[in-house]
């Protein structure tokens, strides 16, 4: 066992004997004539706080849910995938593993990944790994219950459960950290720049405590989450795929692109490489703030062209296509350069303020005495956790306002979800990516039960239309859950 368990190997338990598992061991038996050697479950998880900054070199704070992607396999003596889901909605697929080994996973017409895109992506990670030296094939049943496209990670689930299943059946052991950087670079191959989060807290996540997750090299430390505090996920109703349109890559291209003429304007030299803001943070040696106050100087105004920014980093057109810009970001011709870059850099803040409130709840216990902000000591008890509480709040809305108002990335629906919340003083956040899915909201303890039926009524019923008894699957409170398992 290692100091934190990061460099451990993702744990393998027994097969633990529960209405899913059998279920999905007699449909496997039904499917493929056979029982399953074996059993991956991989979780989905609600990011805390710190969005979109993973894949701009700084810390976030997800947890692990309890809902996770659930596969069962067997190996087989031939080189085949056979790949079949429990939802019949998503069609089976059977194919010659060597023969996708080295060509592009394709999209549908409309740009949509198909639903195997994301086993593919696992599986080509998991060959490249073995120099496409493996041994055997793979049948595969697939068991969802986080909802899709709904910001809480069930795609990454997918690609981490199928490259973790198929590195187990090849005897591979690589250890949390390695794998966690692997599915990272596999879920790539659908065609978005992701950070690493979601692969991150997959294999790193402990049960009862969230994650700090930080990167180069990836670390992941365990945060304790007031007592007192529970939090609420609640699904927008909107769907958001973030590989089907290209927003997602065209925020991480204008971060990397702000990174690149911050460097530049302040006189230091860059390079062809990929620079993220946390880069230029590191080569200008400034804090979080100066960053901001060189935002501010550098990049005033509120949308660049393609030949400003050219003129600013001192490169062709045809240089920043080739050089900077993705498949699907290479049409743009304007760029918000000085809203992503604010928004990260107050982002990064807000997560080091956040812990820090954590730290401090947690370290004090509920009978801590603290020193407010204005000097005076905080004495009750409960007056110090409405505090802390307070305080972890505020940055999740402060989170919010940024995503929407800099980052435009949330929805209307999540806006709306974001302005009930508030009618009963319960600060939230969109989590994920954005674009729809859910929110993730922080509500006292004693609080939730009333909280989760207000948002039933007033936005599941009210403004959804949908019947009271459906909102339950829409709606809920979660506790962090523990990483990856192989159950055998
Ligand atoms: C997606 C990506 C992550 C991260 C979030 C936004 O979930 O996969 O890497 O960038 O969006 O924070």
């Known amino acids: 066992m290692s100091a934190n ?53 700084y810390p976030v704070l997800p947890m692990a849910l309890e809902q996770d992607i659930l596969v069962a396999a067997c190996l087989t003596s031939d080189s085949k995938l056979y790949l079949r889901n429990i939802n019949s909605k998503y069609n089976n697929f059977d194919v010659e593993i060597t023969k996708f080994a080295d060509m592009d996973i394709q999209p549908d017409s409309n740009g949509k990944p198909f639903w195997y895109n994301y086993v593919l992506c696992g599986l080509k990670g998991a060959l490249e790994y073995l120099n496409n030296d493996f041994k055997n094939g793979l049948k ?18 997918l690609v981490s459960a199928a490259c973790l299943a198929f590195l187990y059946a090849q005897n591979a052991t690589l250890n ?11 879920e790539r191959y659908i065609g978005t720049q992701g950070g690493g989060m979601d692969q991150a807290i997959a294999f ?52 990397r692109l702000a990174a690149k003429v911050l460097i530049k304007a302040s006189g230091g030299l860059v390079n062809q490489k990929i620079v993220t803001l946390s880069h230029a943070q590191k080569i200008l040696n400034k804090t979080l703030v100066e960053m901001i106050d060189l935002v501010n100087e550098y990049l005033p105004k509120e949308m660049y062209t393609k030949p400003e920014v050219c003129n600013k980093l001192d490169i062709t057109e045809n240089e920043m296509d080739t050089l900077y810009l993705t498949p699907n970001t290479r049409h743009l011709k304007e760029f918000k350069l000085k809203q992503r870059a604010l928004h990260v850099f107050s982002e990064a803040l807000r997560v080091e303020d956040f812990r820090k409130a954590c730290t401090q709840s947690t370290s004090n216990g509920s009978n801590g005495h603290i020193n407010g902000s204005n000097g005076v000591t905080v004495k009750s008890d409960s007056e110090f956790v409405d505090k802390i509480l307070l305080t972890l709040g505020e940055l999740m809305s402060s989170s919010h306002e940024s995503l929407q108002t800099l980052y435009e990335c949330s929805h209307e629906n999540l806006d709306r979800l974001v302005d009930i919340s508030k009618k009963m003083n319960v600060h939230c956040r969109l989590t994920g ?16 039960d009333e909280y989760i039926q207000m948002l039933t009524d007033e936005f599941y019923v009210k403004h959804c239309e949908i019947e009271k008894s459906k909102a339950s699957v829409y709606v809920f409170a979660t506790t962090p859950n523990c990483g990856a398992l192989i159950y055998i």
């Open 5 to 57: 368990g990061n460099t451990d190997t993702v744990p393998i338990r027994t097969i633990p004997s529960t209405d899913r598992i059998e279920n999905l061991t007699r449909r496997f038996h039904d499917e493929f004539g056979s029982k399953p050697s074996f059993y991956v479950r991989v979780p989905g998880r609600v990011n805390l706080i710190g969005e979109h900054i993973d894949y701009c070199g």
């Open 140 to 157: 595969l049943l697939v068991d969802g219950n986080i909802p899709p496209a709904s910001g809480l990670s069930s795609s990454s689930a």
């Open 176 to 186: 949390k950290i390695e794998i966690a950087t692997l599915c990272a670079k596999s």
């Open 204 to 255: 790193l996540a402990e049960k009862y405590s969230a994650q700090y997750i930080t990167w180069q090299p990836l670390n992941a430390t365990a945060v304790a989450l007031p007592e007192e505090a529970s939090f609420v996920v609640a699904h927008s109703l909107a769907e958001a795929n973030k590989a089907a349109t290209n927003d997602y890559n065209r925020r991480v291209i204008e971060c």
């Open 433 to 448: 990516a954005g674009w729809g899915g859910c929110v993730v909201a922080l509500c006292p303890k004693d609080k939730v």
